[in-house]
């Protein structure tokens, strides 16, 4: 049998007996300081794990003989316990222009949610607890007053997330019954929440009425029978219907439903608590507005526009609600103690209006100045350039991002940012350079995320209201580029 070749870098190569036993490893000194820190389960199927790859090169002629030196070997080791102690769930530089985005997390949560969780979390608390009584309390008191409070509703409870409020609205007031809804309406998002799909996992038969571009209130009062348990409003945030189009407002359908002694429930999804108008963004229905023309129910989220945790928020009747909160898929999905302390408290930012666009990150990224983020942009571009010279160009350019990619996702916001482009003028590799460039960005110790498009790199600074973190990795950016 032929032996193996032999390295061109370290002159030679390992063989398998040139490898040591696990328990010869952990002998080392450096072996000896993972065990004391992270003890022995951890540190030995780490051990088993380097060793195990290292035997396989061996095999295969592979493995230089330098990587089996102890150094080596007790680097290696603590360089695996770190990274599977390294968390998945990290913290990024959203520099894709879309501020609510679903891939990143959606909302970031204001200071006082952040607080509040530290607070709560570091001691037992009444999350079903009653301290005027002394008794069992239901979770849903915590916020329940506030989003009357703040809708002018009767009544209110939350769920996990929105589609989950859409699910138990439906299998809570229809189930085995029928419930209305317009074609127009039949909304998809994310490939994951079809409105069909929901009807029929709640237990309820779909009727729909109209047509894709039309409904009229002729076709609600022709589909309502004695078997028709609900009517259902579902606003469409993630797409648009233009040109010929007709649909039946929340009032007059009100009135259609009421009389024939049948609930109207409308979903909101994006979840606006305040008219985004008056701080010169695209308006949204508001919850309080579904309630004052009629609705019986009304469902939104609470990590969109309204910018708190993930979270489905219901509102609407005594009747209604009281309905929805005794059923027992309710239990499956309520929210934990976690998203109900932060939820809690961004609904408290509510009840002090004149504050929200400074107090509420969500609404704060979304109203900041554009020239205020191309002085940022002209500010950040030398650093930047530095740090990828001289294989990308980078210039300050005006930009249009996104509210949320499942909020308002076709609405533009004037924005500004770096591009960054290949130097030279040939387009021939310019994918993979830019590609190249993406993934040493993702890969920082606190990863940037931006977009490429136009044969260009976009970093979007709108979501960046610290650059400090930015900038300090850009010399290491420079190193993993050159």
Same mark, same amino acid.
Request: hydrophobic share 45%; proline share 6%; net charge neutral.
């Given at each position: 049998?032929?032996?193996?070749? *032999?390295?061109?870098?370290?002159?030679? +190569?390992?063989?398998?007996?040139?490898?040591?036993?696990?328990?010869?490893?952990?002998?080392?000194?450096?072996?000896?300081? $993972?065990?004391?820190?992270?003890?022995?389960?951890?540190?030995?199927? *780490?051990?088993?794990?380097?060793? =195990?790859?290292?035997?396989?090169?061996?095999?295969?002629?592979?493995?230089?003989?330098?990587?089996?030196?102890?150094?080596?070997?007790?680097?290696?080791?603590?360089?695996?316990?770190?990274?599977?102690?390294?968390?998945?769930?990290?913290?990024?530089?959203?520099?894709?222009? +879309?501020?609510?985005?679903?891939?990143?997390?959606?909302?970031?949560?204001?200071?006082?949610?952040?607080?509040?969780?530290?607070?709560?979390?570091?001691?037992?608390?009444?999350?079903?607890?009653?301290?005027?009584?002394?008794?069992?309390?239901?979770?849903?008191?915590?916020?329940? =007053?506030?989003?009357?409070?703040?809708?002018?509703?009767?009544?209110?409870?939350?769920?996990?997330?929105?589609? @989950?409020?859409?699910?138990?609205?439906?299998?809570?007031?229809?189930?085995?019954? /029928?419930?209305?809804?317009?074609?127009? /309406?039949?909304?998809?998002?994310?490939?994951?929440?079809?409105?069909?799909?929901?009807?029929? #996992?709640?237990?309820?038969?779909?009727?729909?009425?109209?047509?894709?571009?039309?409904? !009229?209130?002729? =076709?609600?009062?022709? @589909?309502?029978?004695?078997?028709?348990?609900?009517?259902? %409003?579902?606003?469409?945030?993630?797409?648009?219907?233009?040109?010929?189009?007709?649909?039946?407002?929340? %009032?007059?359908?009100?009135?259609?439903? !009421?009389?024939?002694?049948?609930?109207?429930?409308?979903?909101?999804?994006?979840?606006?608590?305040?008219?985004?108008?008056?701080?010169? $963004?695209?308006?949204?229905?508001?919850?309080?507005?579904?309630?004052?023309?009629?609705?019986?129910?009304?469902?939104?989220?609470?990590?969109?526009?309204?910018?708190?945790?993930?979270?489905?928020?219901?509102?609407?009747?005594?009747?209604?609600?009281?309905?929805?909160?005794?059923?027992?898929?309710?239990?499956?999905?309520?929210?934990? %103690?976690?998203?109900?302390?932060?939820?809690?408290?961004?609904?408290?930012?509510?009840?002090?209006?004149?504050?929200?666009?400074?107090?509420?990150?969500?609404?704060?990224?979304?109203?900041?100045? @554009?020239?205020?983020?191309? *002085?940022?942009?002209?500010?950040?571009?030398?650093?930047?350039?530095?740090?990828?010279?001289?294989?990308?160009?980078?210039?300050?350019?005006?930009?249009?991002?996104?509210?949320? #990619?499942?909020?308002?996702?076709?609405?533009?916001?004037?924005?500004?940012?770096? @591009?960054?482009?290949?130097?030279?003028?040939?387009? %021939?590799?310019?994918?993979?350079?830019?590609?190249?460039?993406? +993934?040493?960005?993702?890969?920082?110790?606190?990863?940037?995320?931006?977009?490429?498009? *136009?044969?260009?790199?976009?970093?979007?600074?709108?979501?960046? /209201? =610290?650059?400090?973190?930015?900038?300090?990795?850009?010399?290491?950016?420079?190193?993993?580029?050159?």
């Amino acid at each position: 049998m032929a032996a193996p070749e *032999e390295s061109v870098v370290h002159g030679s +190569t390992a063989r398998p007996s040139d490898l040591p036993s696990v328990d010869q490893l952990l002998r080392g000194d450096a072996a000896s300081a $993972l065990l004391a820190t992270h003890g022995r389960t951890l540190v030995v199927t *780490e051990a088993r794990a380097l060793l =195990d790859g290292l035997r396989q090169r061996a095999i295969a002629g592979r493995l230089p003989l330098a990587e089996v030196d102890a150094t080596q070997l007790a680097e290696a080791l603590a360089a695996r316990v770190d990274r599977r102690l390294a968390p998945r769930m990290r913290g990024v530089l959203n520099l894709t222009g +879309t501020v609510i985005h679903t891939n990143l997390g959606r909302a970031v949560l204001a200071d006082a949610a952040l607080q509040r969780l530290l607070t709560v979390m570091a001691s037992p608390n009444n999350l079903e607890y009653d301290l005027l009584s002394g008794g069992r309390g239901d979770r849903d008191s915590l916020i329940e =007053d506030l989003l009357c409070t703040i809708t002018g509703a009767e009544a209110a409870t939350v769920v996990n997330n929105n589609a @989950a409020a859409v699910l138990l609205t439906i299998a809570a007031l229809a189930r085995d019954r /029928e419930v209305i809804v317009s074609r127009g /309406e039949l909304v998809e998002i994310g490939g994951a929440f079809r409105m069909p799909d929901v009807m029929a #996992s709640a237990g309820a038969l779909m009727v729909e009425v109209g047509t894709t571009n039309r409904t !009229h209130p002729a =076709d609600y009062e022709r @589909a309502i029978t004695e078997r028709t348990g609900l009517v259902m %409003k579902v606003h469409t945030s993630n797409y648009a219907v233009q040109g010929f189009t007709a649909a039946v407002d929340e %009032k007059t359908l009100a009135g259609i439903a !009421h009389a024939r002694g049948v609930p109207l429930a409308t979903d909101l999804g994006s979840g606006s608590l305040v008219d985004l108008a008056n701080y010169g $963004l695209p308006r949204e229905p508001l919850p309080q507005e579904m309630l004052a023309a009629g609705c019986d129910v009304v469902t939104f989220s609470g990590d969109k526009l309204l910018g708190g945790p993930q979270a489905g928020l219901i509102v609407g009747s005594k009747a209604a609600v009281g309905r929805i909160r005794k059923y027992p898929m309710k239990r499956a999905l309520r929210m934990s %103690k976690l998203p109900l302390a932060a939820l809690e408290a961004t609904l408290m930012l509510y009840l002090r209006p004149e504050r929200l666009a400074q107090d509420l990150p969500t609404l704060r990224l979304l109203t900041r100045p @554009a020239e205020a983020i191309r *002085e940022l942009a002209r500010a950040l571009q030398p650093a930047v350039a530095a740090a990828v010279a001289p294989r990308f160009t980078v210039e300050v350019v005006a930009l249009l991002g996104q509210i949320g #990619s499942g909020s308002l996702p076709v609405e533009r916001l004037p924005s500004a940012g770096l @591009a960054l482009a290949p130097a030279g003028t040939a387009k %021939k590799g310019t994918g993979t350079a830019l590609e190249a460039l993406a +993934t040493a960005l993702r890969g920082l110790p606190l990863p940037v995320i931006g977009r490429i498009a *136009e044969d260009r790199l976009l970093l979007d600074l709108r979501c960046l /209201e =610290d650059s400090g973190p930015f900038v300090d990795q850009l010399p290491l950016l420079r190193e993993r580029l050159s």
